[in-house]
């Protein structure tokens, strides 16, 4: 169900998160520092993604998680929050997918500006309980994925855990149906899609699947599907 001013919420996303992702992304990629690799490990530079193809594919991905999410969130509090995260995440999303390494120079500064939207969401709405559970979440779902990561470190990368954290706040701020949904809901297709390419042999069991992606698209699925599954679930 769209929500109240689904329409000019969802034309608002496309306009703002699209062009921003466009010009952001090449930017940023050509100014990150790079990664220490270990002993063995390759990547493709940063600055060499920052071309056309770049811009198109975080532009497209932006205008269109930031479309949904209008349409789904209307004029809520924490839309300008999710907004600013339909950037981000468009840009970490494209890098993960091209080098297997969501860099910290991005994450880091995106708790700070998402957690500072969502705390201007709380003033501006009286919705402190809705961050009393971001902040929350954002705890759980950084220790859950440390510990994947800490028992299981060829399959769950490092990056994967700072994003968790990140997703988890935006995801907590909704409720926790969507947080749950969301960010686990994620993971599992990441695993899911890294087990089918492993039975048909497109990569090894030595390779990593880029998380990053399906915990990014998790999320955004986690905003459509969670408040209904926490719903059916309380009967």
Do not use: H
């Not at 907004?83 to 880091?108: E, H, K």
């Not at 500064?109 to 969401?121: D, E, N, Q, R």
Request: glycine share 16%; hydrophobic share 55%.
């Amino acid at each position: 169900m769209p929500a109240d001013n689904a329409l000019l919420a969802a034309g608002v996303g496309v306009v703002l998160c699209g062009p921003t992702a466009f010009v952001l992304g090449p930017w940023l990629m050509r100014r990150i520092p790079e990664p220490e690799l270990e002993e063995g490990d390759t990547k493709i530079p940063y600055a060499d993604l920052a071309g056309p193809r770049a811009s198109y594919w975080c532009g497209g991905l932006a205008a269109v998680s930031g479309g949904l999410l209008g349409w789904v969130l209307g004029t809520d509090a924490a839309l300008a929050a999710w907004l600013l995260l339909a950037v981000a995440g468009a840009v970490l999303g494209y890098i993960d997918a091209r080098t297997r390494y969501l860099p910290s120079a991005i994450i880091w500064p995106s708790y700070a500006v998402i957690g500072l939207a969502l705390v201007t969401a709380a003033l501006v709405s009286g919705e402190w309980g809705s961050l009393r559970r971001a902040a929350i979440a954002g705890v759980i779902g950084f220790g859950v994925f440390y510990l994947l990561w800490f028992a299981f470190p060829r399959g769950v990368g490092f990056g994967d855990v700072r994003l968790s954290g990140l997703l988890g706040i935006a995801l907590g701020w909704l409720g926790w149906g969507e947080f749950a949904s969301g960010l686990y809901g994620g993971f599992f297709l990441g695993a899911v899609v890294g087990i089918v390419l492993i039975v048909a042999r497109v990569m090894t069991r030595k390779q990593m699947v880029p998380f990053g992606p399906f915990m990014l698209i998790g999320a955004l699925a986690g905003v459509f599907v969670g408040g209904p599954l926490e719903r059916l679930y309380a009967g």
